[in-house]
């Protein structure tokens, strides 16, 4: 397939913002009528990469070639004119207006009295039926349609403008496996027509299963480019990371699971707690000292479940015990009261304050609780700041900077921190290690350990199996906003255990 | 190949149903006849061809006003300084006319000062990344400061000026009694042109769709490549320039103007759009909404004023129709959200 | 060593240039220079034994930096949360009404000033509960109470400029308004002590940061266990309260209140003065010592602007020129230039070490 003269050619491509090099020379090669998977962790420059191929982010240093002509692209309506069309994650459609016309904005069929909609709906029909979608009227407003279902207009919409590139990033990540295989399924589809697709995801499977190609990043340089079929798991996964498999699994596993005496009562005690649309009514028991991990895919309710114990969303149903008593947990200064913490797993929007310095983000949930006018202490402030900054090894130790010039291992260590600082007695951890390198991952692995260790109960919430299963005494496994299961670890317990139970139950808890 | 995808999608049933967008318009429709039959009842005016004529001749550059907002509130900004543009302009344009320049230029001059201003606002928008109503604030203030150093007399036009024109009464209807005669004059029929050219720009052009996906999502109306910064120039230049055709058709039908004309004008315009039904933060709006927003407005002050209610209490009226159109919208677009 | 204090001594330099209060002293000064330049005896003081005060261009300039310092403070608390209160200068028109009619209609001055500071609460609190509770727009929410506002003034005052100054027994407010504490003009010490009092209470307790941590990030901020309803309310709140006593002085200094003319305009001048302290108008950290020095600096122009001899009906185009200028000056854009042109000189030094 080598001997295919390549539709788009990036060479040496650099990318400075102020202080860092985000993009550090380069390559990507991508050839018509295949898929190419940009591989590589997070931060490793992946999406800066595709901003700049779509015009996004100008280049510093380096070449861009499509179909052999040298270009310098000011602005993503340059990139698209090239040839180049992207699908985010987060679906960049706009919900206020029909199906067609977001299949068509800005190429509308146009007639002597300005845009013929006659023309342009069935233009729009024919670039959906394309996608799989004859059955949807060009009126539905966007909005009413499924995200799955939006991610295939969004590529109704690149072959409008009749892209020979198109980019898909991390289109996979909230959709159930039919409709990843759907897609798929247009992703052949458009592979065939001589397009070339570069695509991203977070899941291995579907790499091996949808691409041909790969190019490994890391920390923003350059590693390999590979064939998919010629390459074994393991390899990538060095490659990705800069260490083999075998070092990865260092860091402790689970002994044994924390015995409950005869008679122990719960620290938390939750029966049919739930909220209409959200999560549908679970019961669950949380022990002092106890790590319970959840367990499922996106969208499975495993973030819905924890924000309806930290009381982000309000509960509608259910009764709630802690510490044997009732509480009612409507808001999170409740949660906090109660001393019950919330790390979220959208650290950017729903955790840090940014400009805020490291002191006054790891001080403030602590402040919260005690009330506005009731300022802490100097000594006692610095006190705490001095003892997280130690004990989370917070990097540069230096309290009064912004913490939005951290790192994202630092930033999740500074709030651990804040939460920490307000003592609770149930810690839940919403993907903590998510985005963050591999030093700082198993340094806040460890801080878990620890903690339950000292007699907090803690949820660890996570999209990683693997980790889920290494630090958790309980797993509770959930799948489409309902809990299906309560897997107790042990040596029998692996990642495999989990997989296979959330494929095999439905949601009525009965096997499938 | 593609039936399993085909299967799974429910083609919304199609018939009768309320699009939740359309409730404040509806409401707006409600609240007008509404007006129109409680005056027709309680003093019998309200339905006569003279009293619908003059609501038009008096108010039409309320109605332009009205489709000038409609654009920048559709992409969720705002533009504050069309009434201060309309003093500026009537300042300067009568100014000339009493110098002796002719009437068309005249316009025309009013008309460049109108873009300048909207081109300024485009430009701290877009290129200082201003937010609209500061910007927009900002060159409020900026013309009216200017209209004051220019002149604070009350200025009327010479005789035989040339903008007689606009004001004068064409009669459809001429019946023995004056209160039912139906006529209309070129400001009418200019207000009517631009809203035909409204409904035309931003339902028929790619720039007026583009209007829309602003208001939907600015991000994304740039990720989907479409000319977001042309658009929003095109939106402040416009606005801009219809209150300059407003001030030029109000000032040829009062035949006079002073430096504070247009005080709380940009109010009356937002009153307008959002009774018709557009949506504060962007994205689903109609300039004919706006339009009948603007005739709500209109019909509030014979009302008040048949009434008895003192006048200082129009204001205190128009601003919480603002605030309960607002707050509906919000419950429209809440209920719509748990959806 | 005496290259490390000299290091040391740049780096200060490089702070203070930094620092907006230098820019603002700076252009204090400036101001005060032009106007003794067309104006001999500008800073001249005087002891008016009449009045038991100092006299001269300089006092007149504090007395009226009084209403601008209260307004200017509350606008930076509300600013800071990411919103904007456009509606102080119509707040004062109401306050002032108030307290001109409850005299003239034989109200004891102190409840007249009572009323003056409740009314100006409530119509906070009815922004702050629009704004907090239904979530509202801000500019919207108080571009409405700007317009209505103005509505309820002339409705106080059934459409009158209700003129309080015969009335007996108005000596209090008289004196706020016009008064010297130690020479001083009161108004302006009473006004220095409530930004003092506003200042200490936000950043001895926890409050600034509450709300600069709201403003910067509402949802994060509601995590960590702040009600960010509870601040929106209470800096609307403040910010009413805070319009009326600048209403007070408004009136109080001719015992008059002008329906129309009543803080006409002084959201602008409050927007103003708070961009000059340094406050981003997208919400976030907030200096209320950078708006403070930015209230008397507009004073300060008013008094320029006078003194030149300029058309008083200039100032606020004057004024949005300033603005304009100031924002244009903070646009990210503006610094990237600087930024992006060190970038490239960088970039092609390293390319010809390379090439060397």
Not at chain 1, 91 to 116: A, Q, Y
Not at chain 1, 194 to 206: M, N, P, R, W
Not at chain 2, 235 to 263: E, R
Not at chain 3, 53 to 66: F, W
């Amino acid at each position: 397939m080598t001997d295919k003269t390549p539709i788009v050619v990036m060479k040496g491509i650099t990318i400075e913002f102020p202080g860092v090099k985000a993009l550090d020379g380069v390559d990507l090669t991508l050839y018509p009528g295949e898929v190419h998977a940009l591989m590589g962790e997070n931060g490793a420059g992946k999406s800066t990469m595709i901003k700049a191929l779509t015009g996004v982010y100008k280049i510093d240093a380096g070449s861009i070639t499509v179909e052999g002509k040298p270009q310098s692209f000011n602005g993503t309506l340059d990139a698209q004119n090239a040839g180049i069309a992207t699908v985010y994650q987060e679906v960049n459609l706009c919900t206020n207006l029909s199906v067609g016309e977001n299949v068509m904005l800005g190429h509308e069929k146009r007639g002597p009295f300005g845009i013929d909609w006659k023309k342009t709906h069935e233009a729009a029909k024919t670039y959906l039926a394309q996608m799989g979608l004859e059955s949807i009227d060009p009126h539905t407003p966007l909005s009413s349609i499924s995200i799955a279902m939006q991610q295939l207009v969004a590529i109704a919409r690149a072959m409008v403008i009749n892209a020979k590139v198109l980019i898909l990033d991390e289109p996979t990540s909230s959709l159930d496996a039919n409709e990843v295989q759907d897609l798929f399924k247009i992703m052949r589809k458009v592979r065939d027509s001589g397009v070339a697709i570069l695509f991203v995801s977070h899941f291995l499977d579907q790499i091996y299963e949808i691409t041909d190609r790969l190019t490994i990043l890391r920390n923003g340089k350059f590693i390999k480019e590979v064939m998919t079929k010629d390459t074994p798991r393991d390899e990538l996964i060095g490659m990705m990371i800069g260490k083999s498999a075998a070092e990865l699994s260092q860091i402790g596993a689970k002994k044994s699971r924390r015995e409950i005496e005869p008679g122990e009562k719960p620290l938390v005690e939750v029966k049919g707690l739930g909220k209409k649309g959200t999560i549908n009514p679970v019961d669950l028991d949380i022990y002092k000292g106890e790590v319970v991990g959840f367990a499922g895919l996106l969208g499975s309710g495993r973030t819905e479940l924890g924000r309806l114990l930290f009381g982000a969303d309000k509960p509608d149903s259910g009764t709630y015990e802690f510490n044997g008593k009732k509480v009612n947990i409507s808001d999170p200064y409740t949660a906090l009261k109660n001393k019950i913490a919330y790390s979220t797993e959208n650290r950017r929007d729903e955790g840090i304050i940014g400009d805020l310095t490291v002191r006054q983000n790891m001080l403030i949930a602590l402040q919260a609780t005690r009330g506005m006018f009731n300022p802490i202490p100097k000594k006692e402030a610095d006190a705490i700041v001095d003892k997280y900054m130690e004990e989370l090894n917070v990097r540069p130790r230096d309290p009064d900077r912004p913490i939005k010039n951290l790192s994202g291992g630092n930033q999740q260590k500074v709030l651990i921190g804040r939460w920490l600082a307000t003592h609770p007695e149930l810690l839940i951890l919403d993907e903590p290690t998510r985005g963050i390198d591999i030093g700082a991952k198993a340094e806040i692995q460890q801080v878990v350990l620890d903690l339950a260790a000292k007699g907090m109960g803690v949820v660890f919430i996570s999209s990683e199996l693997e980790e889920v299963v290494r630090l958790s005494d309980d797993i509770e496994v959930l799948k489409d906003r309902h809990k299906i299961a309560e897997i107790e670890n042990g040596d029998t317990v692996s990642q495999a255990t989990i997989v296979e139970t959330i494929a095999n139950t439905n949601v009525n808890g009965k096997e499938a | 190949m593609t039936t399993a995808t085909a299967n799974k999608v429910k083609a919304p049933k199609k018939g009768f149903k309320l699009d939740r967008q359309m409730i404040p318009t509806l409401a707006a429709v409600v609240i007008f006849l509404l007006m129109i039959i409680m005056g027709q009842a309680l003093f019998g005016t309200y339905i006569r061809l003279g009293f619908i004529s003059s609501l038009f001749i008096d108010h039409a550059y309320l109605i332009i006003l009205a489709v000038a907002m409609t654009l920048p509130i559709l992409t969720g900004g705002i533009d504050l300084s069309v009434g201060a543009i309309v003093a500026i302009t009537a300042v300067v344009g009568l100014k000339l006319a009493n110098a002796g320049v002719p009437a068309v230029l005249v316009m025309v001059i009013m008309l460049l000062i109108g873009a300048v201003f909207g081109l300024l606002a485009g430009t701290l928008i877009e290129e200082f990344n201003m937010q609209p109503f500061i910007a927009t604030l900002s060159t409020m203030f900026l013309a009216r400061g200017i209209a004051s150093i220019i002149s604070t007399d009350s200025l009327t036009f010479p005789d035989n000026n040339n903008f007689a024109f606009i004001a004068n009464e064409i009669k459809i209807i001429d019946n023995p009694k004056i209160s039912n005669d139906l006529s209309f004059n070129v400001g009418v029929i200019i207000a009517l042109v631009v809203v035909v050219y409204g409904y035309i720009f931003l339902h028929h052009t790619r720039t007026g769709r583009t209007i829309y996906a602003i208001g939907g999502s600015r991000s994304s109306a740039e990720l989907m490549g479409l000319p977001v910064k042309r658009t929003q120039y095109t939106i402040y230049l416009t606005s801009a320039i219809l209150a300059a055709l407003a001030s030029i058709v109000y000032t040829a039908n009062i035949g006079s103007a002073k430096n504070t004309v247009g005080v709380g004008w940009e109010l009356d315009a937002v009153a307008s759009v959002v009774i018709g039904g557009t949506i504060i933060t962007g994205g689903f709006g109609y300039v004919l909404g706006s339009v009948l927003g603007a005739l709500v407005r209109s019909i509030l002050d014979p009302l008040t004023s048949d009434f008895g209610v003192p006048a200082e209490w129009t204001t205190i009226v128009v601003g919480l129709m603002i605030l309960v159109f607002v707050v509906l919208q919000r419950a429209v677009m809440a209920v719509g959200e748990k959806k | 060593m005496a290259e490390k204090a000299k290091e040391e001594g740049n780096a200060l330099v490089k702070k203070l240039l930094g620092n907006n209060l230098t820019w603002s002293i700076v252009a204090f000064i400036l101001l005060v220079v032009i106007c003794t330049i067309f104006q001999h005896d500008f800073l001249a003081l005087s002891w008016n034994t009449n009045t038991g005060g100092l006299a001269g261009p300089l006092i007149t300039m504090l007395q009226e930096s009084a209403r601008y310092l209260m307004i200017a403070t509350g606008m930076t608390l509300v600013i800071s949360t990411a919103g904007i209160d456009l509606s102080v200068g119509s707040v004062m028109a109401v306050a002032g009404a108030a307290a001109m009619q409850s005299l003239s209609n034989g109200v004891n001055v102190w409840v007249a000033i009572l009323i003056a500071l409740l009314v100006g609460l409530v119509i906070g609190c009815v922004n702050g509960a629009l704004v907090s509770l239904l979530g509202l727009q801000p500019f919207i929410t108080t571009l409405i109470m700007m317009l209505a506002g103005r509505g309820i003034a002339k409705v106080i005052t059934s459409g009158e400029n209700t003129d309080a100054s015969a009335v007996a027994g108005n000596e209090p407010l008289k004196w706020i308004a016009n008064g010297f504490i130690l020479g001083i003009p009161a108004n302006f010490v009473i006004a220095v002590v409530i930004v003092i009092l506003v200042g200490l209470l936000c950043r001895k307790t926890a409050m600034g940061m509450m709300i600069e941590a709201v403003g910067i990030n509402q949802e994060a901020s509601r995590m960590t266990g702040i009600k960010p309803k509870k601040i929106l309310f209470l800096v609307y709140a403040v910010s009413g309260f805070l319009a009326a006593i600048a209403g007070l002085f408004a009136t109080a200094s001719v015992m008059r209140v002008d329906v129309v003319k009543t803080g006409q305009d002084l959201e602008m001048y409050a927007i103003l003065a708070v961009v000059i302290g340094g406050t981003s108008l997208l919400g976030g950290k907030f200096s209320l010592a950078g708006s403070a020095v930015g209230a008397v600096i507009i004073a300060m122009i008013r008094k320029t602007i006078i003194t030149l001899g300029i058309n008083a009906e200039a100032t606020p185009a004057f004024f949005a020129v300033v603005v304009i200028v100031i924002c244009v000056m903070q646009a990210p854009k503006i610094h990237n230039l600087g930024a992006a042109m060190k970038r490239k000189r960088a970039l092609k030094a390293q390319a010809k070490a390379v090439a060397a």
